[in-house]
DNA sequence: CGCGGCCCTATTTTT
DNA sequence: TAGGGCCGCG
């Protein structure tokens, strides 16, 4: 996990073939660049908005601007400052700019993602926002646990109000570089009208605590920022240059913090793709991007266009697609590839079906019984909306024995056992840790259960101590009796003892004191290990053992068991690669990657999300079906913005095809546990019908799909104009039983139900806070606020939620309306 | 404290 | 349908 470190520092030492590879004075890294990659690359100052679209090389030219800004000693590599979002992204940066400069240069460039970056500038300065240097950083659980303590402490029913949709809403106001002070509004209702209130006490409790959340990295650093004039400035002197990847996915706190860099020498350059924005939904703001030049007045705008990725039919499938989106800054892109295989488009009976005609379709092209000659599973991909739709794919494959792989689903570090022993490692290097404390002083099993962690806890509160420190104390004066108190001294004792052992092995961890012209740190990711005596390594491992953690799933005989073991196990030798733990611990609280091994010839089952940034040259689309793909919940929760944001999913989609993608639907689906009738998406109409071969699955069922008819007569007619007519009209084409029965049942539908709600032509301002209504899907409930044309309501039974008003009726209206 | 049964809910996910 | 969380019993 941590290797990519290495081969950096590896490849900036090789030789510096590829910088002396001049020709005619120009550096070698040149060569090979298109006219826009190449003025990209060479604008070096001032604004520059690169706007690349899906396979058009922008990896390239960022990372070939970064060698060009230190090979024309325009900068010094630490000089530069480079954010991309993943790590994934920030290591094959790391690996190209290596490849590129070769040569020895003096220091690296600071490239990372956004939050890793931030930490380390954040431990600089954590005293200016009441932290100290060494603070922690809780993962989606720790933030989880902590909040639910919160609501219980206000008394509040934390069935009614769950403490994850309390993170959610405190995430997104993270997003937004709202503090608790500057949530206001029609917001400060939120959560039961305590949600800036929990919020604020929210923050009290992790400065106490040490701690941030991955909101906060970012929070803080703009905060400071926005207080510390100094601060801003010595860092906007250091980072002369600054780029930027993925620009379209950044949210409002991140946008601050690169404008508040960014804003004295303006040397700014960010990279995006306004079509490739899919993450709206978790505060990513387009309009970042399509403000860009308001922003910074004078900004070079280079549209990279040139796809080297698709066949010409798969890229006019993407382009037509997209083009149904309005207020996008435009790019057209082309190839010089002519011909290749158009994008395919079949039917199905059901979604089992469409699972198994994928996998018949999978081992056909693997065994080269297709136009295009053999293709190796590892070079194809099964892309879903959501991750449910997985399943299908893995019984089938399963049952017919077609290797494949899962690509996200759940993250090593997100495992319990993992959690577990990191929680451990925490409390060995940070007695203080309460939450790591939490964790573990009853697992395993100590007889230390809720009475005597109120106990104990209560101490703390009242003495005013950390809950290891309140154990000590209890142990001391005996207060618990028999067998739970010999368990606790037992435990106290032995985090003395790895706390002891850590100490003696580097006893000056203090982070150096922030120097006020220089920033001495390095920019580099930790963990390149010279001279490791490994006995962290050992430590960890005796940690495990004398907490009796390891004997707890030794004991266990669940299947999962040996498992988890073999995780543990794991996590000990990722150790290996760090100086000691706090190296560690710091680390894998921002790398929590889920590589798994990419090695075996297997096919790849992933979202659309997830697909983001790859490619492959054969690709299925599988479930465009309204209300699965686009997403009935994108479209009832944004509406427009939604349907927008979906539509870009399946350019997404469409665009990671490089030579055969095929698109399919089913007629019929289960839907927990109902057999839904489904329509085909709405997205399937936008498709150009010279750019899409329709497959009729022989004698499976009538007709197939609509769209030759579709196709050969009504042509473009397909958008605009009134669908639900449209195909109603086409239902003849629908021969089958699922569509029939559709129609007999007229509203049992998703599509025909969007379409009940919409009779109700409502703005937010028809609504009076604290005024009764009715939703479809969610039934009765409260008007707590209104936000634009949007609603915030407290449904009876579905809890709060923010909708599009026009998806309410007044609740009085509701026995009137034919649903 | 552990287990069985019942109830409820149900995108997308990175750091 | 299915999985997770919670409660109550032994």
Request: aromatic share 8%.
């Amino acid at each position: 996990m941590n290797g990519f470190d290495d081969a950096y520092e590896g490849a900036l030492s090789l030789s510096a073939r590829a910088m002396m590879a001049a020709r005619g004075g120009e550096p070698g890294y040149l060569e090979g660049l298109n006219a826009a990659q190449r003025e990209a690359v060479e604008t070096l100052d001032g604004p520059v908005l690169m706007l690349a679209g899906a396979g058009t090389g922008k990896t390239k030219a960022l990372t070939t601007r970064i060698a060009h800004l230190i090979h024309t000693g325009r900068a010094r590599p630490n000089e530069i400052l480079a954010v991309t979002f993943t790590n994934k992204a920030a290591r094959e940066m790391k690996e190209r700019v290596g490849r590129l400069l070769g040569g020895a240069i003096e220091g690296v460039p600071w490239l990372g993602t956004f939050h890793s970056v931030c930490v380390k500038l954040l431990r600089r300065h954590a005293e200016l926002v009441g932290l100290k240097a060494n603070f922690t950083i809780l993962d989606t659980d720790d933030q989880v646990r902590l909040l639910k303590q919160l609501i219980l402490a206000a008394n509040m029913d934390e069935k009614r109000w769950p403490a994850r949709q309390l993170a959610g809403l405190i995430d997104g106001w993270k997003n937004r570089a709202l503090t608790p002070e500057r949530v206001r509004g029609a917001e400060t209702a939120a959560f039961n009208n305590r949600g800036s209130e929990l919020y604020a006490a929210y923050q009290e409790r992790l400065v106490t605590l040490n701690a941030v959340d991955f909101g906060d990295l970012l929070l803080h650093m703009v905060t400071i920022f926005q207080t510390h004039a100094d601060v801003l400035a010595q860092y906007q002197r250091w980072f002369r240059y600054i780029l930027v990847d993925e620009y379209q996915d950044t949210n409002v706190a991140q946008y601050l913090w690169l404008r508040l860099l960014a804003q004295g020498h303006r040397n700014i350059c960010c990279v995006g793709d306004d079509d490739q924005s899919i993450y709206g939904w978790r505060g990513a703001e387009v309009g970042n991007i399509l403000r860009f030049e308001k922003d910074f007045p004078g900004a070079a705008v280079i549209r990279l266009e040139q796809n080297y990725r698709s066949t010409e039919h798969i890229l006019a499938a993407a382009s037509r697609l997209i083009s149904g989106n309005e207020g996008r800054l435009g790019k057209t892109l082309w190839t010089e590839a002519r011909g290749g295989e158009k994008v395919r488009l079949i039917g199905h009976w059901d979604g089992e079906e469409e699972a198994r005609w994928i996998g018949e379709e999978i081992e056909a092209l693997a065994a080269g019984r297709r136009a295009l000659g053999p293709v190796r599973l590892s070079d194809q991909a099964i892309l879903v909306r959501a991750s449910h739709q997985m399943r299908a794919f893995e019984d089938r494959f399963l049952s017919i024995g077609l290797p494949y792989r899962v690509i996200g689903g759940p993250r090593f570090y997100e495992r319990l056992e993992i959690r577990d022993a990191m929680a451990y490692f925490r409390l060995a290097v940070s007695p203080e840790d309460d939450l790591a404390f939490e964790r573990v002083i009853n697992t395993p099993k100590r007889g230390l259960g809720d009475k005597a962690q109120a106990r104990i806890q209560s101490l703390a509160r009242e003495t005013g101590v950390g809950l290891l420190e309140a154990a000590r104390l209890m142990v001391a004066e005996g207060e618990l009796s028999g067998k739970a108190g010999g368990q606790l001294r037992q435990f106290v004792e032995a985090v003395d003892r790895w706390h002891a052992e850590i100490r003696a092995a580097s006893p000056a961890t203090a982070v150096t004191a922030a120097e006020d012209d220089e920033l001495l740190i390095e920019p580099e990711e930790g963990g390149i290990a010279p001279a490791n005596d490994h006995s962290h390594v050992r430590l960890a491992e005796r940690i495990l053992e004398e907490s009796g953690y390891v004997e707890m799933w030794l004991n266990d005989k669940t299947p999962e068991a040996p498992g988890r073991l073999e995780n543990l196990k794991e996590l000990v030798k990722a150790l290996e690669q760090f100086d000691n733990l706090q190296g560690f611990l710091e680390h894998v609280a921002l790398i929590m990657d889920n590589d798994r091994d990419e090695s075996g010839d297997k096919v790849s089952i992933m979202t659309l999300h997830g697909a983001k940034g790859l490619e492959f040259p054969v690709v299925f689309l599988p479930g465009w079906e309204d209300g699965l793909f686009p997403s009935q919940r994108a479209m009832d929760e944004t509406g427009q913005k939604g349907l927008e944001e979906e539509r870009r999913l399946g350019y997404v989609g469409i665009t990671r095809a490089e030579r055969l993608c095929t698109i399919s639907f089913a007629g019929n689906r289960r839907v927990y546990g109902q057999w839904q009738s489904q329509l085909p998406s709405r997205f399937i109409d936008e498709l150009p019908a010279a750019d899409v071969e329709v497959l009729t699955p022989p004698g499976l069922y009538g007709g197939g799909f609509g769209a030759a008819g579709a196709y050969g007569g009504a042509g473009a007619g397909f958008s605009g104009g009134s669908r639900l007519e449209e195909r109603a009209g086409r239902a003849d084409v629908y021969n089958s039983p699922g569509w029939k029965r559709l129609q007999a049942q007229g509203g049992q539908s998703a599509a025909p139900a969007r379409r009940g709600a919409q009779v109700f032509d409502a703005d937010a301002e028809d609504f009076e806070i604290g005024e009764r209504v009715f939703h479809k899907k969610f039934g009765y409930g409260r008007v707590v606020a209104t936000e634009g044309d949007k609603l915030v309501v407290d449904f009876e039974k579905a809890g709060e939620k923010k909708l599009l008003a026009s998806f309410v009726v007044p609740a009085a209206q509701a026995g009137e309306v034919p649903f």
